[in-house]
């Protein structure tokens, strides 16, 4: 049974690109999050996803979107880099339920760095 | 908004020492509690949970946490490190009027000398 994938593992981009990384749920979850975390920092909550619509958002800029596909897969897209958006950016899933009654289950990571 | 701070940024202690991580958290509702932890090279890994009922909460690896509501915290214990329990941990907290977000603290690197 696969936990959560991302991909790639990790990405260099330039101040003003794009860019697009990707996440699979473990097997039977149905809802995913996305998390930045900065070095020496600990994780701070992106967005959720559920039935292809976002359903909550923590106090990120718009240039931070995503979207969910019917297979529950994710992407995080983040548009005009700021080199502080080097970061690594998990991806949690787990099944739908009551106020994180579930347990999150984290992917490895994409580690982004800006230059 | 909800907010967790970990007292201890960096912990190290010989093998078989006694280990307490301090959270707490600023949030004056109810909240579900959970401790992570990173070993290196690894994912976050969930070690022990606490929703409700008994405030002394066991996890794996004989780890366990106790919830004391009137402190707002929620500090992680072990009676006896071993070398293998060098990793970052991470309290997180969410609370009830914030779906399913967790809030985490900036995390405890913990290093055991063997």
């Known amino acids: 049974d696969a936990g959560v994938t991302q991909s790639p593992t990790h990405l260099i981009k330039t101040r003003g690109q794009q860019v697009t990384l990707r996440c699979s749920p473990k097997?039977?979850?149905?809802?995913v999050s996305w998390y930045q975390q900065a070095l020496g920092q600990g994780p701070q909550f992106i967005f959720q996803?559920?039935?292809?619509?976002?359903?909550q958002r923590g106090n990120f800029p718009d240039r931070f979107s995503g979207h969910q596909f019917p297979n529950y897969s994710s992407e995080l897209n983040v548009n005009a880099l700021l080199l502080g958006d080097s970061a690594l950016y998990l991806c949690?899933?787990?099944?739908?339920?009551?106020?994180?009654?579930?347990?999150?289950?984290f992917g490895p990571g994409t580690r982004l760095l800006v230059l | 908004a909800q907010s967790v701070s970990q007292h201890n940024h960096h912990v190290i202690l010989s093998e078989a020492a006694s280990l307490e991580l301090g959270c707490n958290y600023s949030?004056?509702?109810?909240?579900?509690l959970f401790w992570y932890v990173q070993y290196p090279g690894q994912h976050l890994q969930l070690l022990l949970k606490?929703?409700?009922?008994?405030?002394l909460v066991k996890g794996i690896k004989g780890f366990e946490a106790e919830f004391i509501k009137s402190k707002f915290s929620f500090n992680l214990r072990k009676p006896s490190v071993q070398w293998s329990d060098t990793a970052e941990y991470f309290c997180?907290?969410?609370?009830?009027?914030?779906?399913?977000?967790?809030?985490f603290g900036g995390g405890t690197r913990l290093m055991v000398k063997p």
């Open positions: 997180a907290v969410n609370a009830r009027n914030a779906g399913n977000m967790l809030t």
């Open positions: 606490y929703f409700s009922g008994d405030p």
């Open positions: 996803y559920y039935e292809e619509e976002e359903r």
């Open positions: 949690a899933s787990h099944y739908p339920g009551e106020w994180a009654q579930e347990t999150q289950y």
């Open positions: 097997s039977g979850h149905d809802t």
């Open positions: 949030y004056g509702g109810t909240v579900n």
